[in-house]
C-alpha cells in the first residue's frame, strides 16, 4: 500500500467489498476450465459482452458461459444474437445482488477493469481484464503487473481472435491459473473495510 499525502490512503489493501464477496472463500483452481464468466462492469458502454461471447466460440471445449449484466445495459440486441448464436451453454444474469455467489461457480472471468476486476481478485479467480473505460486502464495494469490477470488494456476494436487467443491459452496453463488464484487472494484479503475504518 502506497500513501499519498499526510491524510491520503492508497492500495489494495484498502479495497472495500460488498458483503457478497466478502462472505465467499476463494475458489480452488481445477485442471480443467468448465465455466467461464464474463461480465463488463454495470452498463458495458463499450458493448463488449456480446463480442466476448462471440469470441469464445473459438474455443472447441465444453464450456458454460456465465454472464453478468447490470441494470444500465442497453446492448440487448447484440447479447441476445450473441447468445443465440454461441456454440456454448449461456446462462444470463442481470442485475444480480448475490454476484459472489454467481462468481465462485466459475473458473476463470473475462471482465472489466473496474470494481469487478477487484471482486475477482479477492475471490483469486484468474482473470483477463478487457477495460470498458480508458481510466480504469491504471487499476488493471497494476493488478496484472503484481500477477493478477492478464490486462488487454483499453481498445475499442479489439479482435475477436485476439480475446479468443488469450482465453484459450489461460484455460490450457494450469499453473499460472494457480499462480494467480494465491496471488490475487494476497493482494485482496477482504480485510479492506476494517483497515479503512481503523484509519
Known amino acids: 500500500s502506497g500513501i499519498r499525502g499526510k491524510n491520503s490512503f492508497s492500495g489494495f489493501d484498502l479495497t472495500i467489498l460488498s458483503e457478497s464477496i466478502r462472505n465467499k472463500n476463494p ?8 465455466k467461464i464468466l464474463v461480465m463488463q462492469g454495470g452498463s458495458d458502454t463499450s458493448c463488449n459482452t456480446p463480442k466476448i461471447i462471440e469470441s ?5 471445449e465444453d464450456i458454460q458461459i456465465d454472464v453478468i449484466v447490470g441494470a444500465s445495459f442497453e446492448c440487448w440486441k447484440k447479447l441476445e444474437k450473441s447468445i443465440n448464436n454461441s456454440i456454448h451453454r449461456v446462462k444470463l444474469f442481470c442485475n444480480s445482488k448475490n454476484i459472489g455467489k454467481i462468481m465462485i461457480g466459475n473458473d476463470m472471468a473475462i471482465t472489466g477493469g473496474g470494481m469487478s476486476s477487484l471482486e475477482l481478485c479477492c475471490l483469486g479467480i ?4 478487457i477495460c470498458g473505460e480508458s481510466f480504469e486502464n491504471e487499476t488493471a ?13 483499453y481498445n475499442k476494436k479489439i479482435s475477436k481472435e485476439k480475446i479468443a487467443v488469450i482465453s484459450k491459452e489461460l484455460m490450457m496453463n494450469y499453473e499460472q491459473r494457480k499462480k494467480m488464484n494465491k496471488m490475487g487472494q ?7 473495510t476494517k483497515r479503512v475504518s481503523s484509519i
Open 126 to 129: 484468474p482473470s483477463i481484464i
Open 141 to 153: 495494469s497494476l493488478l496484472a503487473k503484481k500477477g493478477f490477470g492478464i490486462n488487454l488494456g
Open 27 to 34: 475458489i480452488k483452481i481445477s485442471r480443467k476450465v468448465k
Open 56 to 60: 469464445l466460440n473459438e474455443i472447441n
Open 186 to 192: 494476497k493482494l485482496i484479503d477482504g480485510n479492506g
